[in-house]
């Protein structure tokens, strides 16, 4: 699986905006999928994912109602639409996708997702 994340851009607090994360590979339909994001000098942290099997969706705390993860599987894409954007929402965010059986103790950690988009730049401004 080949992930490719994109836009990722400078938006004002409380605008919005929606990344894409576009895949390719035989095997995508069957993944579980996520979005994390990494702040300069913080750890890698989780934001939302996909179950696979039946669409569920999971939220960290600090993004829940105000994000959403979807999936168009025609077009082989999962989004990430934020809105209410903070400035600590600032961060290169990562899409992932992640091939073994879905676990509600493991979906969050980065360990859980085998493959990995490059990352794209969100700026939200105060």
């Known amino acids: 699986v080949q992930l490719q994340a994109s836009g990722g851009e400078l938006v004002q607090a409380g605008g919005s905006l929606r990344l894409s994360c576009a895949a390719s590979?035989?095997?995508?339909?069957?993944?579980?999928m996520g979005w994390f994001r990494q702040a300069p000098g913080k750890e890698r942290e989780f934001v939302a994912a996909r179950r696979w099997s039946d669409g569920s969706t999971y939220y960290a705390d600090s993004v829940l109602g105000r994000f959403a993860i979807s999936r168009d599987s025609a077009k082989s894409t999962v989004f990430l639409q934020m809105n209410s954007l903070k400035p600590e929402d600032t961060a290169v965010y990562y899409c992932?996708?992640?091939?073994?059986?879905?676990?509600?103790?493991?979906?969050?950690?980065?360990?859980?997702?085998?493959?990995w988009g490059q990352g794209t730049q969100v700026t939200v401004s105060s």
């Open positions: 590979g035989r095997s995508f339909r069957s993944n579980n």
């Open positions: 992932a996708a992640g091939s073994t059986t879905f676990s509600y103790s493991t979906h969050y950690t980065t360990g859980f997702y085998n493959y």
